[in-house]
Each structure stands twice: as C-alpha cells, then as structure tokens.
C-alpha cells in the first residue's frame, strides 16, 4: 500500500490538465502575455496588438483602440434560446 507522500498532489495534477487543454489560440495581451480574467477587456489597438486593461493605460499618444471585447467564462459560446411564453 502507498504511503501518503508516495501519492501524487491531486492539485497539481487537476492544474496541468486544465492548462493543457485550454486552447493555443486564447486571447492574451501582446505586450505582457497575461491571459485577461473572466469580465475584463481586450483593446486591439490600430496596430493590431491586442493590449490587457492594465497594459492599455501606457498606450502611447499615437496609437488608437479601435475595439474591444469583454472576456467570457468559457472559450465556447453558449446557446442562448428563447424561452416559452408563459
């Protein structure tokens, strides 16, 4: 029988999963490479940089956002359907 610091760390192995299977083509900030959190938003600037709200704030003068996506929960989009009238 194992002993307890023979098992492997369930954390550290649910973590790796999830890592490995988010997609290669997420969204994440040109300039600082951090993936934005669930709500925030992504600013394409006219360079076609894709910059997080925090490095956003450095943009210089001269360059312009010229959209921006909120972040979603989940990479898929969800069904939405309309619902039955009562």
């Known amino acids: 029988m194992p002993k307890w610091g023979d098992m492997p760390d369930m954390a550290s192995i649910i973590v790796r999963r999830c890592v490995g299977n988010l997609s290669k083509e997420r969204a994440c900030c040109s300039k600082c490479h951090r993936t934005p959190l669930v709500g925030e ?43 039955a009238a009562a």
Request: glycine share 4%; hydrophobic share 35%.
């Open 41 to 83: 938003r992504l600013h394409e600037t006219d360079g076609g940089r894709q910059l997080c709200e925090l490095c956003v704030l450095d943009l210089p003068a001269d360059r312009h956002v010229v959209s921006v996506r909120r972040m979603h929960a989940s990479e898929r989009h969800l069904a939405v359907e309309r619902r």
